[in-house]
């Protein structure tokens, strides 16, 4: 599966100065056999205070049970408009996830960090499933979930 995140409104958002630069990165996220429905799960962008600076995929369609995934949707307002065009399906027990997209390089080696928030339907909520810092030594180092996620990692 591959989209491409608007690197340049994020990264104008970042530093106006700079020219907007991108790389390619792939998120991939393998989950647990945790024995329920599929998770939906959030992946945004904070900075080093920890402050939402926006959504980079959302897996789930049914904005029904976005509210369940606290984190983002605290740090987001909730607002719909952050995930237009950046959506997928949930992602079933067991399997992977793996997205593309073109991130800003001055999130990297900067303070920012990735977060993932995970949910499934009648199963409890993991808000900062995963967190890790968006550092060029943190590619390709996999980093493990505290409920769903096996394994996330992230290549440039």
Request: glycine share 12%; hydrophobic share 45%; proline share 3%.
């Amino acid at each position: 599966m591959k989209t491409t995140f608007a690197a340049l409104g994020l990264s104008l958002a970042l530093s106006v100065s700079a020219p907007a630069m991108a790389r390619s990165v792939t998120l991939t996220t393998t989950l647990n056999n945790y024995g329920g429905n599929g998770a939906y799960l959030a992946f945004y962008v904070t900075d080093a205070a920890g402050a939402y600076k926006g959504t980079l995929w959302m897996a789930g369609t049914k904005a029904k049970y976005y509210s369940h995934l606290s984190g983002w949707q605290r740090a987001s307002g909730g607002r719909l408009t952050e995930i237009d065009g950046i959506t997928g399906a949930s992602v079933g027990a067991g399997r992977t996830l793996k997205v593309t997209l073109d991130l800003a390089d001055a999130l990297f080696d900067a303070g920012y960090s990735l977060r993932i928030d995970a949910a499934a339907e009648d199963m409890r909520d993991s808000p900062a499933e995963v967190v890790v810092p968006l550092t060029a030594a943190g590619a390709g180092k996999p980093v493990a979930g505290r409920t769903y996620i096996g394994s996330f990692t992230f290549a440039m």
